[in-house]
Protein backbone atom coordinates (compact mmCIF):
# COMPACT_ATOMS: atom_id res chain seq x y z
CA UNK A 1 0.00 0.00 0.00
CA UNK A 2 0.75 3.89 -0.14
CA UNK A 3 3.09 4.93 2.46
CA UNK A 4 4.40 8.38 3.41
CA UNK A 5 8.18 9.06 4.74
CA UNK A 6 8.28 10.77 7.88
CA UNK A 7 11.76 12.57 9.09
CA UNK A 8 13.01 12.73 11.53
CA UNK A 9 11.41 10.38 13.88
CA UNK A 10 12.75 11.95 17.05
CA UNK A 11 14.20 15.48 17.75
CA UNK A 12 15.77 16.77 20.90
CA UNK A 13 16.10 20.47 20.84
CA UNK A 14 16.59 23.44 23.31
CA UNK A 15 13.97 25.81 23.99
CA UNK A 16 13.96 28.46 21.67
CA UNK A 17 15.27 26.50 18.78
CA UNK A 18 13.38 25.76 15.66
CA UNK A 19 12.23 22.90 14.44
CA UNK A 20 11.99 21.35 10.98
CA UNK A 21 10.34 18.24 9.73
CA UNK A 22 9.21 16.68 6.65
CA UNK A 23 7.15 13.68 4.60
CA UNK A 24 7.25 12.31 1.26
CA UNK A 25 5.61 10.09 -0.69
CA UNK A 26 5.78 8.02 -3.70
CA UNK A 27 2.91 9.31 -5.07
CA UNK A 28 1.29 12.22 -5.41
CA UNK A 29 -0.91 14.04 -3.27
CA UNK A 30 -3.97 16.34 -3.47
CA UNK A 31 -4.05 17.01 0.41
CA UNK A 32 -1.34 17.52 3.45
CA UNK A 33 -2.15 17.96 6.55
CA UNK A 34 -0.47 18.00 9.82
CA UNK A 35 -1.41 16.97 13.30
CA UNK A 36 0.07 17.25 16.87
CA UNK A 37 -1.12 14.51 19.35
CA UNK A 38 -0.37 15.20 23.03
CA UNK A 39 -0.04 12.10 24.95
CA UNK A 40 -2.64 10.30 25.68
CA UNK A 41 -4.96 11.89 23.98
CA UNK A 42 -6.03 12.14 20.13
CA UNK A 43 -4.00 13.79 17.29
CA UNK A 44 -5.42 17.42 16.73
CA UNK A 45 -5.39 19.27 13.32
CA UNK A 46 -2.58 21.74 13.06
CA UNK A 47 -2.23 22.45 9.30
CA UNK A 48 -4.25 22.05 6.38
CA UNK A 49 -2.71 22.29 2.46
CA UNK A 50 -4.34 21.63 -0.76
CA UNK A 51 -2.19 23.33 -3.65
CA UNK A 52 1.24 22.52 -4.71
CA UNK A 53 3.37 25.15 -3.19
CA UNK A 54 0.73 26.34 -0.62
CA UNK A 55 2.47 27.85 2.13
CA UNK A 56 0.72 28.04 5.19
CA UNK A 57 1.39 29.66 8.95
CA UNK A 58 -1.16 28.69 12.22
CA UNK A 59 0.94 30.88 14.67
CA UNK A 60 4.38 29.54 15.12
CA UNK A 61 3.80 26.75 13.01
CA UNK A 62 4.48 26.47 8.96
CA UNK A 63 4.10 24.12 6.54
CA UNK A 64 4.45 24.21 2.87
CA UNK A 65 2.83 21.76 0.20
CA UNK A 66 5.77 20.74 -1.93
CA UNK A 67 5.43 21.91 -5.26
CA UNK A 68 6.35 18.31 -7.39
CA UNK A 69 3.03 17.56 -4.88
CA UNK A 70 5.02 14.43 -3.39
CA UNK A 71 6.27 16.04 -0.18
CA UNK A 72 5.67 18.43 3.06
CA UNK A 73 7.50 19.79 5.38
CA UNK A 74 6.68 21.49 8.61
CA UNK A 75 8.70 24.34 10.57
CA UNK A 76 8.16 25.20 14.58
CA UNK A 77 9.93 28.56 15.26
CA UNK A 78 10.63 29.42 18.58
CA UNK A 79 10.13 26.56 20.49
CA UNK A 80 8.75 26.17 23.65
CA UNK A 81 8.11 23.44 26.14
CA UNK A 82 4.34 23.17 25.24
CA UNK A 83 4.87 21.96 21.69
CA UNK A 84 6.44 18.10 23.20
CA UNK A 85 4.62 16.09 21.34
CA UNK A 86 4.22 13.17 18.44
CA UNK A 87 3.83 15.52 14.57
CA UNK A 88 2.14 13.48 12.39
CA UNK A 89 1.54 14.37 8.61
CA UNK A 90 -1.03 12.58 6.73
CA UNK A 91 -2.36 13.07 3.14
CA UNK A 92 -4.44 11.88 0.70
CA UNK A 93 -3.22 10.50 -2.80
CA UNK A 94 -4.68 11.11 -6.41
CA UNK A 95 -6.75 8.40 -7.36
CA UNK A 96 -7.84 7.32 -3.67
CA UNK A 97 -10.72 7.07 -2.12
CA UNK A 98 -10.46 9.85 -0.20
CA UNK A 99 -8.75 8.21 2.93
CA UNK A 100 -6.16 9.54 4.80
CA UNK A 101 -2.32 8.19 4.94
CA UNK A 102 -0.13 8.93 7.87
CA UNK A 103 3.27 8.97 8.36
CA UNK A 104 5.01 7.03 11.16
CA UNK A 105 5.38 10.42 13.24
CA UNK A 106 8.44 12.66 14.68
CA UNK A 107 8.31 12.85 18.33
CA UNK A 108 9.46 15.98 19.48
CA UNK A 109 11.25 16.88 23.06
CA UNK A 110 11.97 20.29 24.35
CA UNK A 111 14.44 21.07 27.02
CA UNK A 112 13.54 23.97 29.30
CA UNK B 1 -20.25 19.90 21.54
CA UNK B 2 -18.87 17.20 22.95
CA UNK B 3 -17.38 16.19 19.78
CA UNK B 4 -15.94 12.63 19.17
CA UNK B 5 -16.10 10.52 22.04
CA UNK B 6 -14.94 6.64 22.83
CA UNK B 7 -16.38 4.45 25.26
CA UNK B 8 -14.60 2.72 27.34
CA UNK B 9 -11.07 4.41 27.44
CA UNK B 10 -9.18 1.24 29.17
CA UNK B 11 -9.82 -2.49 28.76
CA UNK B 12 -8.28 -5.85 29.34
CA UNK B 13 -9.35 -8.37 27.64
CA UNK B 14 -8.40 -12.60 27.41
CA UNK B 15 -7.20 -13.88 24.54
CA UNK B 16 -10.27 -15.31 22.63
CA UNK B 17 -12.92 -12.76 24.52
CA UNK B 18 -14.74 -10.50 22.48
CA UNK B 19 -15.47 -6.78 22.98
CA UNK B 20 -17.01 -3.50 21.00
CA UNK B 21 -15.96 -0.26 20.98
CA UNK B 22 -18.11 2.21 21.00
CA UNK B 23 -17.54 5.55 19.20
CA UNK B 24 -20.09 8.75 18.99
CA UNK B 25 -19.84 11.76 17.65
CA UNK B 26 -22.50 14.92 17.68
CA UNK B 27 -21.19 17.33 14.99
CA UNK B 28 -23.71 15.45 12.05
CA UNK B 29 -20.32 14.44 10.48
CA UNK B 30 -21.16 11.47 7.05
CA UNK B 31 -17.86 9.72 7.52
CA UNK B 32 -16.12 8.07 10.34
CA UNK B 33 -13.31 5.99 11.07
CA UNK B 34 -11.32 3.86 13.12
CA UNK B 35 -7.73 3.27 13.64
CA UNK B 36 -5.53 1.79 15.46
CA UNK B 37 -2.06 3.17 16.64
CA UNK B 38 1.06 1.44 17.36
CA UNK B 39 4.18 1.97 18.73
CA UNK B 40 6.46 3.59 15.34
CA UNK B 41 3.75 2.25 13.19
CA UNK B 42 1.84 5.58 13.31
CA UNK B 43 -2.47 5.37 11.99
CA UNK B 44 -3.47 2.70 10.08
CA UNK B 45 -7.13 2.42 9.20
CA UNK B 46 -9.28 -0.53 9.94
CA UNK B 47 -12.73 0.29 9.05
CA UNK B 48 -14.04 3.33 7.94
CA UNK B 49 -18.06 4.49 7.04
CA UNK B 50 -19.32 7.50 4.34
CA UNK B 51 -22.81 7.45 5.89
CA UNK B 52 -25.36 5.87 8.07
CA UNK B 53 -26.02 1.93 7.11
CA UNK B 54 -22.37 1.68 4.96
CA UNK B 55 -19.30 0.17 5.89
CA UNK B 56 -15.72 -0.38 3.94
CA UNK B 57 -12.91 -2.17 4.71
CA UNK B 58 -9.76 -0.34 5.55
CA UNK B 59 -5.98 -0.81 5.73
CA UNK B 60 -5.60 -3.42 8.56
CA UNK B 61 -9.92 -4.74 8.63
CA UNK B 62 -8.29 -8.84 9.72
CA UNK B 63 -9.77 -9.93 13.49
CA UNK B 64 -11.92 -6.37 13.51
CA UNK B 65 -16.03 -5.80 12.16
CA UNK B 66 -18.29 -2.58 11.92
CA UNK B 67 -21.42 -1.34 12.15
CA UNK B 68 -23.12 2.23 11.91
CA UNK B 69 -26.28 1.90 12.75
CA UNK B 70 -26.90 5.23 13.81
CA UNK B 71 -25.60 8.00 12.00
CA UNK B 72 -24.16 9.85 15.09
CA UNK B 73 -22.47 6.16 16.19
CA UNK B 74 -19.76 3.55 14.61
CA UNK B 75 -18.93 0.28 16.58
CA UNK B 76 -15.59 -1.30 16.36
CA UNK B 77 -16.20 -5.19 17.33
CA UNK B 78 -13.59 -7.52 18.03
CA UNK B 79 -15.29 -11.34 18.17
CA UNK B 80 -12.03 -13.28 19.36
CA UNK B 81 -9.28 -11.21 20.86
CA UNK B 82 -5.61 -12.01 20.16
CA UNK B 83 -2.59 -10.25 21.75
CA UNK B 84 -1.86 -8.84 18.66
CA UNK B 85 -4.49 -6.28 18.59
CA UNK B 86 -3.01 -4.80 21.77
CA UNK B 87 -3.35 -1.01 20.33
CA UNK B 88 -4.74 2.08 21.07
CA UNK B 89 -7.85 2.89 18.97
CA UNK B 90 -8.89 6.08 17.69
CA UNK B 91 -12.09 7.17 15.86
CA UNK B 92 -12.50 10.09 13.89
CA UNK B 93 -15.06 11.55 12.01
CA UNK B 94 -15.69 14.17 9.53
CA UNK B 95 -18.35 15.82 7.16
CA UNK B 96 -18.37 15.81 3.41
CA UNK B 97 -16.01 18.28 2.34
CA UNK B 98 -12.70 19.03 1.10
CA UNK B 99 -11.37 22.01 3.29
CA UNK B 100 -9.75 22.79 6.50
CA UNK B 101 -12.78 22.89 8.28
CA UNK B 102 -13.96 19.10 6.78
CA UNK B 103 -10.73 17.50 8.35
CA UNK B 104 -10.92 14.43 10.80
CA UNK B 105 -11.59 15.24 13.89
CA UNK B 106 -10.27 12.44 16.36
CA UNK B 107 -11.39 11.01 19.77
CA UNK B 108 -9.14 10.60 23.13
CA UNK B 109 -8.52 7.16 22.23
CA UNK B 110 -9.44 3.59 23.97
CA UNK B 111 -6.34 1.57 25.02
CA UNK B 112 -6.85 -1.96 24.38
CA UNK B 113 -4.91 -5.03 26.26
CA UNK B 114 -5.26 -8.52 25.18
CA UNK B 115 -3.25 -10.91 27.44
Known amino acids: GQQLNQSPQSMFIQEGEDVSMNCTSS?????WLWYKQDPGEGPVLLIALYKAGELTSNGRLTAQFGITRKDSFLNISASIPSDVGIYFC????????????FGKGTKLSVKP | NAGVTQTPKFRVLKTGQSMTLLCAQD?????MYWYRQDPGMGLRLIHY???????AKGEVPDGYNVSRLKKQNFLLGLESAAPSQTSVYFC??????????????FGPGTRLTVL
Open chain 1, 90 to 101: AGRFVGSQGNLI
Open chain 2, 27 to 31: MNHEY
Open chain 2, 49 to 55: SVGEGTT
Open chain 1, 27 to 31: SIFNT
Open chain 2, 92 to 105: ASRPHGSSSYNEQF
